[in-house]
């Protein structure tokens, strides 16, 4: 198997943007994979390493603490978002209804995490 190219830049269209079947029967199936955990795993890491990133910003500039909260922000956006479409796909492929989401227990809304 021949190495993946990274992708360093855009590659799909505007008329690309939404799945194909095959797409989302391949996302679907992710769900359920450990591999998805693990990717999720260093997904996330690289959203903490930014959030260090931010905090470890001097609180003097203010400028820099800007642009590393939006850096941060938009880690997070993405990475919620890629799991809504892997579980989008998934419970489109299986006709289940989106479940009810919980509110977030004290500690979840402490850490910041919904």
Not at 83 to 104: D, F, G, N, S
């Amino acid at each position: 198997m021949t190495a993946k190219k990274l992708r360093t830049e855009r590659t799909l269209t505007l008329v690309d943007l939404q799945l194909t079947q095959d797409a989302q029967v391949q996302l679907a199936s992710l769900y359920n994979d450990l591999r998805y955990d693990a990717l999720l795993d260093v997904i996330e890491r690289g959203c903490i390493l930014q959030d260090t990133n931010l905090i470890n910003t001097p609180a003097h500039d203010e400028a820099k603490v800007l642009a590393e909260h939006k850096v941060s922000k938009a880690f997070w956006q993405t990475f919620v978002w890629i799991q809504t479409q892997v579980r989008q796909a998934h419970l489109t492929m299986t006709k289940q209804a989106e479940p009810e989401q919980e509110p977030p227990t004290e500690e979840e809304f402490l850490q910041g995490v919904e």
